[in-house]
């Protein structure tokens, strides 16, 4: 089975930092896109920062400046460095992998359990 798994959050405080991990483990051919996505009550889910297998990065505006992603492909890990933390940013975080399984280039996404990032003011 392939799982994704997000460690890392937490409480902070307005203008601290945390770092987001996530591992991907099980039977799969690769690792396409990995993300990091967020849903704050009462919001739809929404994209925060994606990195592709070659490490092209993409941030949400809200986070540009603040967030890095990043990723280990020989680990299949992808972290995600919060730093300058905003109340708003107040979210269960979820890590996403899209995974080809036995077929290059079919590719399946899963989603892990994810994490609460709570920052007070």
């Known amino acids: 089975q392939v799982q994704l798994v997000e460690s890392g959050g937490g409480l902070v405080q307005a203008g601290g930092s945390l770092r987001l991990s996530c591992a991907v483990s099980?039977?799969?051919?690769?690792?396409?896109?990995m993300a990091w996505y967020r849903q704050a009550p009462g919001k739809q889910r929404e994209l925060v920062a994606d990195i592709t297998s070659g490490g092209s990065r993409k941030y949400a505006d809200p986070v540009k400046g603040r967030f890095t992603i990043s990723r280990d492909n020989a680990k299949n890990t992808v972290d995600l460095q919060m730093n300058n933390l905003k109340p708003e940013d107040t979210a269960v975080y979820y890590c996403?992998?899209?995974?080809?399984?036995?077929?290059?280039?079919?590719?399946?996404?899963?989603w892990g359990k994810g994490t609460l990032v709570t920052v007070s003011s």
């Open positions: 996403n992998a899209k995974v080809a399984l036995t077929t290059p280039g079919v590719l399946y996404e899963y």
């Open positions: 099980g039977m799969l051919f690769s690792i396409n896109d």
